[in-house]
């Protein structure tokens, strides 16, 4: 059974850092593509960052470029999102997410095949 599971959310003010982990189970996941998205309050999830499988290659959304950073560990089969300089509109339920590579289509979550059960991330200013 697949499971993804993210840790390291909480509440910060405005201006610090959290770093989210997302560790997978049931498979190897070195030949997949890692994901976060986020969804606030009212709002529809949206994509945060993505790392691609084969080369590392990431992608960020433009509002948290130069802000967060996504890796990976694939001999722990774990993804990181380091989150700096954090501020009031990053509050949300942010989820991981894999799927086999393809090399396309970072951002879109339909894509994707597997889900964390969400960790909520809260920033007050």
């Known amino acids: 059974q697949v499971q993804l599971v993210e840790s390291g959310g909480g509440s910060v003010q405005a201006g610090g850092s959290l770093k989210l982990s997302c560790t997978a189970s049931?498979?190897?996941?070195?030949?997949?593509?890692r994901g976060w998205f986020r969804q606030a309050p009212g709002k529809e999830r949206e994509f945060v960052a993505a790392?691609?499988?084969?080369?590392?290659?990431?992608y960020y959304t433009d509002s948290v470029k130069g802000r967060f950073t996504i890796s990976r560990d694939n001999a722990k089969n774990t993804v990181y999102l380091q989150m700096n300089s954090l501020k009031p509109e990053d509050t949300a339920v942010y989820y991981c997410?894999?799927?086999?590579?393809?090399?396309?289509?970072?951002?879109?979550?339909?894509?994707?095949?597997?889900w964390g059960q969400g960790t909520q991330v809260t920033v007050s200013s």
């Open positions: 790392i691609a499988w084969g080369d590392g290659t990431t």
């Open positions: 049931g498979r190897t996941f070195s030949s997949y593509d």
């Open positions: 997410a894999a799927r086999r590579g393809r090399g396309y289509l970072y951002r879109s979550s339909g894509t994707y095949e597997y």
